[in-house]
């Protein structure tokens, strides 16, 4: 019978006993990951939406022994959340991200920015600031190639704490930007006040441009007016069409990103794209 409490599990359904146990398997591979070094960055471009200039790369982390079993960042940065393990990915991320921008500016002079995925758990932490610091100046990067994506849900301005955290993290000179906006709760009209510098539109909305439902079909243009009126660049992720990069160039989108633009790449692939044609 159920719940006679000497068995743990048996309050639980078979399917919620055996999301637990994956959610375990994850957490103690990510703890073998970080002991062994398993995680790795891949590189995906982001364009210019008019010239199609690579402008940025954002920097998507994979742990590779999870990566075998079809299990990416969606599904284990949030176990990485909830367990605490977080922190040390990140800084994990940033600082090899660093040694990498250093290397590609090296070989190839670029001076787009590396963007880098943040987990809104950071803007609880006070020592992230300081520790990013110390990251970036030991690898001797200009922090204003630098730029933190942090997810629009994450920003709880009315929170004095995550409040300082952003602006420390400003001062440093690294830029901010919106990921996932439109799929949080925002008052537009509080846009004003985020210290942000970019929104980066969903990528549900870009797939639902040519959507019969218009309510979804004008979120990305009314986002991107909004935009403009705040004086924020807008990056449109997710672009897997010729047509929808037409839109945003007409509309005047300011970058994009996309599996019709370019993949995420892993480093030697990113560095021979971006590497200039050998001269004869
Ligand atoms: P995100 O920040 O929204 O990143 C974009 C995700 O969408 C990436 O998946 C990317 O591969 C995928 N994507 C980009 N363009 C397209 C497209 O045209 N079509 C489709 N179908 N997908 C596209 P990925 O690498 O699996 O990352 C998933 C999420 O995991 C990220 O969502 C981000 O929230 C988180 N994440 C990834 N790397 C890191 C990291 O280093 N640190 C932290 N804290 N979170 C990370
Ligand atoms: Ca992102
Ligand atoms: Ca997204
Ligand atoms: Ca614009």
């Known amino acids: 019978a159920k719940g006679n409490g000497r068995n743990r599990l048996e309050y639980f359904s078979d399917e919620q006993a055996r999301e637990l146990r994956d959610q375990d398997l994850i957490e103690r591979a990510l703890r073998v990951s970080l002991q062994q070094n398993y995680f790795s960055l891949v590189y995906m471009p982001m364009f210019d939406c008019q010239t199609l200039e690579i402008v940025g790369l954002e920097v998507l982390v994979r742990a590779e022994n999870l990566q075998r079993l079809g299990i990416g960042p969606d599904r284990f940065i949030p176990i990485a959340e909830k367990t605490n393990l977080i922190k040390e990915i990140d800084l994990w991320v940033i600082d090899n991200a660093m040694a990498r921008l250093v290397e590609l500016q090296a070989a190839t002079g670029f001076m787009g920015k590396f963007c880098i995925n943040i ?54 000179g690294i830029s901010l930007a919106l990921d996932d906006f439109g799929t949080g709760f925002t008052a537009f009209s509080q846009l004003i006040n ?52 037409e839109y945003l160039q007409e509309i005047g989108c300011d970058w994009v990103q996309g599996y019709y633009l370019s993949l995420p790449l892993p480093w030697h692939e990113m560095l021979s794209l971006i590497s200039p044609p050998a001269s004869v």
């Open 119 to 172: 987990s809104g758990v950071e803007l609880c932490n006070e020592l992230f600031p300081a520790k990013v610091k110390e990251i970036i100046d030991s690898h001797g990067v200009d922090p204003c190639l630098i730029e933190f994506e942090i997810t629009e849900t994450a920003f709880v301005l009315d929170d004095i704490k995550s409040r300082t955290i952003l602006s420390e993290l400003r001062n440093l």
């Open 194 to 245: 985020y210290p942000a510098d970019c929104l980066k539109i969903d990528r549900s909305f870009v797939n639902d441009l040519f959507s019969v439902d218009v309510a979804r079909h004008k979120m990305v243009r009314i986002i991107e007016d909004l935009a403009e009126l705040y004086g924020l660049r807008v990056v449109a992720e997710g672009v897997e069409t010729k047509e929808q990069l």
